[in-house]
């Protein structure tokens, strides 16, 4: 087996754990969503690959090590949460807004790019600190210290996550499409959606500022 394919019952049990992350209701997965209902399915799949890279990211810092400085410097970790609680609620005033919502938005409603959409799905990930600590804390757990192929390793499992999360998050567009078919004609569920996902968004970011880092 090539040095960078970790043990068949690590690769086994870090599949578990990422799709119980996979289908734990998120930040990542709220916008999944609004963008499905909003604009399309298209859209919706663009937010997805948006999180994968920014998850590739992540695995990649963690990979050789850049990730762990973040976390250990509390400026650098504060300004990270910040930021994202920030882009939560600049999201949540988005969906209630006239013409902007980010749930089944009325017709004439701006429709953004599908690079605004994977860009938007790329920030929400990359903002997100406790994506940061999952993958600081939890994915190391995996792979011994003294591994020569920790680094690989550790980009193998990446991958896996990418991959366990994937059907989850097919599932949860295609879901959302549905949902659209069946309510956009309904004005009154259309707006409680929007204002739903308002507090959704504004609940994560509140979740985000309370994080805390990992303590010395």
Known sequence: MPAFIPDISVILTFALAGFVLAVTPGPDMALFVSRTMNFGRAHGFAAVLGTSTGIAVHTTLVA???SVLIVAAPAAFWALKIIGALYLVWLAIQAIRSGGGLLVTRAGGRQPS???SYMTGLAINLTNPKVALFFVTF???????DDPAAASKLLFLGVEFI???LPVVIAT???AEWLTT?????QWVSKALNWSFAAVFIAFAATILLAEGRKS
Do not use: E, H, K, W
Request: aromatic residues 12%.
């Open 173 to 175: 567009v295609l879901f």
């Open 64 to 66: 050789f090590g850049i």
């Open 139 to 145: 994915l190391p757990q995996f792979i011994s210290a």
């Open 114 to 116: 599908l690079l605004q």
């Open 163 to 165: 991959i366990v999360s």
């Open 182 to 186: 069946t309510l956009r004609d309904n």
